[in-house]
Nanobody, 115 residues
Framework: QVQLVESGGGLVQPGGSLRVSCAASGSILRLNTMGWYRRAPGKEREFVATITSAAVINYADSVKGRFTISRDNAGTTVTLQMNSLKPEDTAVYYC?????????WGQGTQVTVSS
């Protein structure tokens, strides 16, 4: 099994920055993809960004140029640096790890962008 624990998040004013991290533990394979998804109030969960174990990165168009995803050398922690935050970025952010056709999710961490 794989466990994912998110940290960070919180309340920030528009234009501000925030960082969320996710630590993975358990049966983690060398080849995997980690990433972030989010669910805004009243909306479905949507893709934000992913990074593979080969450091291939993808971003949603809505966050390109503002968000940066990275992972540590051990490949067990993924971080999402969020800059120039907008009210529409308000959501619960979920960490996801996928490997060998299986997907694991964290519990989510709230990010609120409001003045």
């Amino acid at each position: 099994q794989v466990q994912l624990v998110e940290s960070g998040g919180g309340l920030v004013q528009p234009g501000g920055s925030l960082r969320v991290s996710c630590a993975a533990s358990g049966s983690i394979l060398r080849l995997n993809t980690m990433g972030w998804y989010r669910r805004a109030p009243g909306k479905e969960r949507e893709f934000v960004a992913t990074i593979t174990s080969a450091a291939v990165i993808n971003y949603a168009d809505s966050v390109k140029g503002r968000f940066t995803i990275s992972r540590d050398n051990a490949g067990t922690t993924v971080t999402l640096q969020m800059n120039s935050l907008k009210p529409e970025d308000t959501a619960v952010y979920y960490c996801r790890l996928s490997q060998w056709g299986n997907a694991y999710w964290g519990q989510g961490t709230q990010v609120t962008v409001s003045s």
